[in-house]
């Protein structure tokens, strides 16, 4: 049995002319917390969404526990949750019934007991049980995240994604998502998959860092690696620098 959860080999998408991934090779391996920091346009949620099964690659091969899923109906999804940027919940619906809405749609639970499953789910990640009945207008941003993310875990998924979750929040609500999401992750045994920008939480939340740039995996490797890597790529985007081999269209 392999120890990798996810296996990404020489994986293509392009959109008419614009070639997003040339050719990635990942592997994240089971339990891992692996992070995708690269520049706006990068492919970064192209690379989740074809994992996803969203998005057809071109060409290229992605194995789930050892199983191909491109160009398979295989139903991935039950295996998946999912951290939105912005959190993206559903205005129309309560806070509960967000959390608990593929308890409802799709495991044909009963809205009172998946309203009590959402409330245990809601408290996991801080938040009071009279929140629930809340519509998310009425939460702040940090609390949105929180929903978000008991979204992304009331179903006990194998394979967590978080795209850009701390964005939009200050560095100490940051920090507290991101210790929501370790601990999270880790009480699930999930395997794990971020991108971000931000450098911060990606040293934190991060096993294994891996960097996307020009459609490619150009580096990967621990914190500790990163910080002593004489990659130019690398150094000039943790450390925000304007001038290096990365050009930016102003």
Not at 1 to 29: P, W
Not at 84 to 103: H, I, K, P, R
Not at 162 to 186: C, K, Q, Y
Not at 202 to 221: H, P, V
């Given at each position: ?13 392009a959109f008419g002319k614009k070639k997003v991934l040339d050719g990635v090779d990942l592997d994240i391996k089971k ?108 939460l702040s941003g940090g609390m949105q995240k929180r929903v978000g993310l008991a979204r992304a875990i009331i179903s ?74 004489d990659n130019p790529y690398l150094q000039q985007f943790i450390n925000g620098q304007s001038q290096g081999p990365i050009?930016?269209?102003?």
């Amino acid at each position: 049995m392999s120890e990798n959860k996810i296996e990404i080999k020489n994986l293509y998408k392009a959109f008419g002319k614009k070639k997003v991934l040339d050719g990635v090779d990942l592997d994240i391996k089971k339990g891992e917390s692996l992070v995708v920091i690269g520049g706006s346009g990068t492919g970064k949620s192209v690379l989740i969404k074809c994992i996803q099964g969203l998005l057809t690659p071109d060409m290229g091969s992605i194995k789930i526990d050892g199983e191909e899923v491109v160009g398979t109906k295989k139903n991935i999804h039950e295996k998946m949750g999912m951290l939105f940027q912005g959190a993206a919940l559903f205005d129309s619906l309560s806070v509960w019934e967000n959390v608990a809405f593929t308890l409802i749609e799709n495991k044909n639970v009963a809205r009172k007991q998946a309203k009590l499953e959402a409330i245990r789910v809601l408290r996991q990640v801080g938040l009071a049980p009279d929140v629930a009945d809340l519509s998310p207008s009425e939460l702040s941003g940090g609390m949105q995240k929180r929903v978000g993310l008991a979204r992304a875990i009331i179903s006990n998924p194998e394979i967590i994604f978080f795209d850009e979750p701390t964005t939009g929040l200050d560095p100490i609500m940051a920090d507290v998502i991101n210790e929501l999401i370790i601990e999270s992750a880790r009480g699930l045994g999930a395997t794990t998959l971020t991108i971000t920008h931000d450098m911060a939480s990606a040293r934190k939340i991060a096993d294994r860092i891996a960097m996307l740039y020009n459609g490619k995996i150009i580096w990967s490797g621990t914190v500790k690696d990163m910080d002593k890597s004489d990659n130019p790529y690398l150094q000039q985007f943790i450390n925000g620098q304007s001038q290096g081999p990365i050009k930016v269209e102003a």
